[in-house]
């Protein structure tokens, strides 16, 4: 009872046995056992709880369990979804990514930002920085499995609202400056459709705003030369992001 089975992970879990008849005599020797003795693959363990819990990023993107990693180092910007992460030198195009096991890696673009989940989906993921094996998609840099929440026989939801006014953001800077302003609700609901046997889980996210533009000064004076009618103009954003899970 209360074994947390994580993502990827092998556990070892000891016995108590009680002493039975005394018929014969049973000498067990053993050495320290590894940590992970069914494989060389080195890996990281993230739990969605922890993730939430931690103030990572303003944006909330699921990929943010990748600044928990040993060797991670991150480029945050102002202007994207999600921070860029370059693990053992690898650049950002050299992840891999799988759903419950499926590869979901984008073959335009494999950057985690180039792929959307609302921030409720993952329950787990197992992050897999070295030694992979061969059930693990060809890459140079991590390789992340998530494992998607699932309803359970309990009926639970959770809702968050994230918000940051244009005006909000330092705008003192020569030219036009980037930024980014955003809204987005989240909202997610999971149980059971008959209990002990179907159960669902879904989680909806609003993506909206704007994106600033950073120009040079030099750039906008050749642009209204250009257009005397020119006048800079920012990025407007907005997404529907959804996914729905039935477990039979």
Do not use: C
């Amino acid at each position: 009872e209360n074994v947390s089975v994580r993502a990827g992970l092998n556990l070892a879990i000891d016995f108590t046995l009680s002493v039975g008849a005394l018929a014969e005599s049973v000498k067990v020797t053993a050495d320290n056992p590894l940590l992970e003795a069914s494989g060389a693959t080195q890996a990281v363990n993230v739990s969605n709880e922890m993730q939430r819990s931690l103030p990572l990023a303003g944006h909330r993107h699921w990929s943010e369990f990748l600044r928990l990693v040993p060797g991670a180092v991150s480029r945050d910007s102002t202007v994207n979804q999600a921070a860029t992460f370059y693990i053992h030198g690898a650049g950002i195009v050299s992840f891999s990514t799988l759903v419950d096991g499926a590869d979901i890696t984008s073959a335009v673009n494999p950057w985690q930002a180039y792929s959307a989940l609302p921030d409720e989906t993952a329950a787990d993921v197992q992050i897999k920085t070295n030694g992979f094996d061969a059930a693990t998609p060809l890459g140079m840099a991590a390789a992340s499995n998530l494992v998607l929440k699932s309803g359970t026989n309990a009926l639970r939801g959770s809702g968050t609202f994230g918000y940051t006014n244009k005006e909000w953001i330092g705008r003192n800077t020569t030219g036009t400056a980037e930024y980014m302003s955003l809204t987005q609700p989240e909202a997610s609901l999971g149980g059971p459709i008959l209990q002990d046997r179907l159960f669902f889980f879904g989680a909806y996210r609003y993506r909206g705003g704007n994106i600033g533009i950073g120009r040079p000064v030099e750039q906008v004076a050749n642009m209204e030369a250009l257009d005397p009618g020119f006048a800079p103009f920012d990025n407007e954003i907005s997404a529907h992001i959804g996914i729905v899970k039935l477990t039979a």
